[in-house]
């Protein structure tokens, strides 16, 4: 990965905090921090792509997985200069929001396909949650190295209510973020099944259909829970987790109302 991908600023001030004490800090707390910031996470995995040896034959799919692989003293060194977000926009307020919304978007996300997870019984809960948490990645690098081309893409989306942001996309980019992506996530030599589960092609499998319907209904709830296109959500997500659209509805809706107790 020869462009060096930045990190947001609290990852950088938690790590620089995290490493006054390295010897004394635990693997779990530092995927924690980790797992908060998806350009963070791609990073630490692209690392341990990149340092991958012929011995290895198995591909290490967990951010805890890779830091227990890497040490964490090796860690606080490899990733001693991290670069911020600001750093490469600068006064840019409309590129910073821009980048925060999609990355707050695939926090909610994360959460979502987490919780799904668990109810599935997935066994690769964590490579799930990772999942969801990168399926915007592309997006999220466009933000910081293209602003302007992201900010094309949505003010067509603004200004043609209902137009699909693939359609967008492909009219500004010539290609769609999430073929993108997984092109971008081959080439890093990212863990197979990591790859797999974010491409939306591939959603005849239970589990890129938990991390693209999370995607779907972080989108679609960004500014609240009167979108559109929720219903749809919810009959999803009731086919996925075998549940009635209302049960759907009632199990991820904080806003949701049971008429029949009232």
């Known amino acids: 990965m020869r462009t060096d991908i930045p990190v947001l600023p609290q990852t950088l001030s938690a790590l620089t905090e995290l490493r006054k004490n390295e010897e004394s800090v635990d693997v779990h707390d530092l995927a924690a921090i980790v797992m908060r910031d998806p350009l963070m996470t791609v990073k630490l995995y692209a690392h341990l792509a990149s340092r991958k040896s012929a011995r290895q034959i198995t591909d290490i799919e967990t951010v805890t997985g890779c830091l227990v692989m890497m040490g964490v003293p090796p860690f606080f060194r490899t990733f001693r200069d991290l670069k911020s977000v600001t750093a490469y926009l600068g006064d840019n307020i409309a590129a910073q929001k821009g980048l925060l919304k999609v990355i707050r978007r695939?926090?909610?996300?994360?959460?979502?396909?987490?919780?799904?997870?668990?109810?599935?019984?997935?066994?690769?809960?964590?490579?799930?949650?990772?999942?969801?948490?990168?399926?915007?990645?592309?997006?999220?690098?466009?933000?910081?190295?293209?602003?302007?081309?992201?900010?094309?893409?949505?003010?067509?989306?603004?200004?043609?209510?209902?137009?699909?942001?693939?359609?967008?996309?492909?009219?500004?980019?010539?290609?769609?973020?999430?073929?993108?992506?997984?092109?971008?996530?081959?080439?890093?030599?990212?863990?197979?099944?990591?790859?797999?589960?974010?491409?939306?092609?591939?959603?005849?499998?239970?589990?890129?259909?938990?991390?693209?319907?999370?995607?779907?209904?972080a989108r679609h709830t960004a500014s609240g829970w009167q979108d559109a296109a929720l219903p749809d959500d919810y009959q999803m997500i009731a086919d996925l987790l075998h549940l009635s659209p209302e049960q759907a509805r009632r199990l991820v809706d904080p806003t949701f109302v049971d008429t029949e107790v009232i």
Request: proline fraction near 4%.
């Open 106 to 217: 695939a926090t909610r996300a994360a959460g979502f396909a987490y919780d799904w997870a668990v109810r599935r019984q997935d066994f690769d809960t964590e490579v799930v949650t990772i999942a969801a948490l990168l399926h915007d990645i592309a997006e999220m690098l466009l933000w910081c190295f293209a602003p302007k081309l992201a900010l094309d893409i949505r003010a067509m989306l603004s200004a043609t209510p209902g137009l699909r942001s693939t359609v967008a996309e492909r009219e500004v980019l010539k290609i769609e973020l999430n073929d993108l992506e997984n092109a971008l996530m081959v080439r890093w030599k990212l863990p197979e099944l990591l790859v797999k589960m974010t491409d939306n092609r591939q959603n005849n499998h239970p589990q890129v259909r938990n991390v693209m319907y999370a995607v779907s209904l």
